[in-house]
């Protein structure tokens, strides 16, 4: 059965009887199918994660629950197709409090098969609506971390304007540095950014990022994939990562990453 994780990332104590989950209608642009959390009074504290679905039990017997208290069935939830879908938390009053808008392609490129797999939000600070913040879960959790820390978190602090982690990745989806995060942070936004990945015969194997407006603050990710749809062999690659601003100051940012595969 479907189900929606919810994770309180606030400092404040919520009162679920008060939010609803629904989709929304892009033709007339307004919510719809809405459906009431619970009609009884549950708080939801900081820090906490939920789960809505219409049977518990079911979510439950198909992945491991490190928190099987952490759910809620619900009468009824908005339909979720496998393809693409809109998901939002709003309050009940119509207020929108998240919103996310999904495409199967958001999903690890190199999975046969995305149904039964979660997509995983990366950094909760990040956007709820950039795909760059989005992957699938894990294989070695069962594809679903429901209820509790998704399988593959980034949500390390950038300390200097561009932090690239790790040093060494393993594209392959088993939950252990899967993802190589670029992570910025400037002092002012509307810089423009170009990321050209390199392997270590300098071969641009990757066009990351081309042209892009930046907040003052983000993460690009890259998943080892290759401009041609491949997962890229193991070895030595080059990040370059080049921002520039409407005053034509130009940065370069380099550093040499590995990427690993299992043996």
């Known amino acids: 059965v479907d189900f929606v994780e919810l994770y309180n990332r606030s400092g404040k104590v919520l009162d679920l009887q008060q939010l609803t989950l629904c989709t929304f209608d892009t033709v007339v642009n307004q919510l719809s199918s809405i459906h009431n959390v619970t009609s009884k009074r549950s708080l939801f504290y900081p820090g906490q994660y939920l789960v809505l679905t219409t049977n518990s039990v079911i979510v439950k ?50 999975l046969n098969d995305t149904k039964g797999v979660s997509l995983e939000r990366l950094n909760a600070d990040q956007i709820t609506n950039d795909r760059k913040n989005w992957n699938s879960a894990a294989a070695n959790v069962g594809y679903a971390t429901p209820a509790y820390k998704n399988s593959e978190v980034l949500d390390e602090k950038v300390e200097k304007e561009i ?49 892009e407006l930046l907040g003052s603050s983000g993460l690009f990710v890259w998943d080892g994939i290759s401009n041609n749809r491949e ?24 550093k040499v990453i590995v990427l690993a595969h299992k043996n």
Not at 77 to 98: C, E, Q, R
Not at 231 to 243: A, R, S
């Open 231 to 254: 997962l890229c062999p193991i070895g030595m690659y080059i990040i370059h990562f080049q921002v520039f601003n409407s005053v034509a100051e130009v940065k370069d940012h380099k």
């Open 61 to 110: 017997s198909q992945y491991q629950t490190n928190n099987p208290t952490g759910f809620i069935d619900m009468t009824s939830i908005p339909a979720m197709n496998i393809a693409s879908g809109i998901v939002v938390l709003a309050d009940t009053s119509g207020k929108v409090i998240d919103r996310f808008d999904y495409q199967q392609d958001m999903h690890f490129p190199l």
């Open 163 to 211: 932090d690239i982690f790790p040093e060494l990745f393993s594209p392959d989806n088993d939950g252990n540095n899967d993802l190589l995060s670029i992570n910025y942070s400037f002092d002012v936004p509307g810089n423009i950014a170009n990321i050209k990945i390199y392997n270590a015969n300098g071969i641009l194997v990757r066009n990351l990022v081309s042209n």
